[in-house]
């Protein structure tokens, strides 16, 4: 069964950093893209950040382009969001989902982890 | 960036009867157009993908049509686990865009 947990998730002040991880299991994690998907509360969804399988090509929403990085360790089986120069407008719920193979859509979902950046 | 524009943003529906979500593209995205389903406080669930292809378990009243700019989602007998809200999704092009949603409500 796939799982995808996030975690790392909490209060940061405008300005603040904050790591996002999400452990994967259940399938081979070095075979899929993967992707963060934030909502804000009583908003809809919004695509952040996809990183290729091996790591060499990421993709991210203007928004976030040079504040948040994406990563991966495949050893660790794990996804990571470094989020750097946080305003309050990153707060929302952040969301780890797989790839179905080589298409961007995401048929799994992990429950996601809040990160509220306020003073 | 592409835009992806639902309609309506609400819609009543009593159970048993028929809706139709729409799904509008800025410009074209071929086939590639998925549609998820989110009950509050929960993840997204796939339930569309290629326009038309039913994600694994997805129930066969749930059903997508359309391609180039204008989608459909029809639910042809609504059921009480049905009420939520369905977004659209583009995977055409990046950046990768949703749709702002429809609010399927009990009538």
């Known amino acids: 069964e796939v799982q995808l947990v996030e975690s790392g998730g909490g209060l940061v002040q405008p300005g603040g950093s904050l790591r996002l991880s999400c452990a994967a299991s259940?399938?081979?994690?070095?075979?899929?893209?993967m992707t963060w998907v934030r909502q804000a509360a009583g908003k809809g969804l919004e695509w952040v950040a996809s990183?290729?399988?091996?790591?060499?090509?990421?993709q991210y929403v203007d928004s976030v382009k040079g504040r948040l990085t994406i990563s991966r360790d495949n050893a660790k089986n794990s996804l990571f969001l470094q989020m750097n120069s946080l305003r309050a407008e990153d707060t929302a719920v952040y969301y780890c989902?797989?790839?179905?193979?080589?298409?961007?859509?995401?048929?799994?979902w992990g429950q996601g982890t809040l990160v509220t950046v306020s003073s | 960036e592409i835009v992806m524009t639902q309609s309506p943003a609400t819609l009543s529906v009593s159970p048993g009867e028929r809706a139709t979500l729409s799904c509008r593209a800025s410009?074209?995205?071929?086939?590639?157009l998925a549609w998820y389903q989110q009950k509050p406080g929960q993840a997204p669930r796939l339930l569309i993908y290629?326009?038309?292809t039913r994600a694994t378990g997805i129930p066969g009243r749930f059903s997508g049509s359309g391609s180039g700019t204008e989608f459909t989602l029809t639910i042809s007998s609504l059921q009480s686990e049905d009420f939520a809200v369905y977004y659209c999704?583009?995977?055409?092009?990046?950046?990768?865009?949703f749709g702002g949603g429809t609010n399927v409500e009990i009538k």
């Open positions: 290629g326009a038309s």
């Open positions: 410009q074209s995205v071929s086939s590639n």
């Open positions: 989902a797989r790839y179905s193979g080589d298409y961007h859509y995401f048929p799994y």
């Open positions: 999704q583009q995977y055409n092009n990046w950046p990768l865009t």
């Open positions: 990183i290729k399988e091996d790591g060499s090509e990421k």
């Open positions: 259940g399938f081979t994690f070095s075979n899929y893209w």
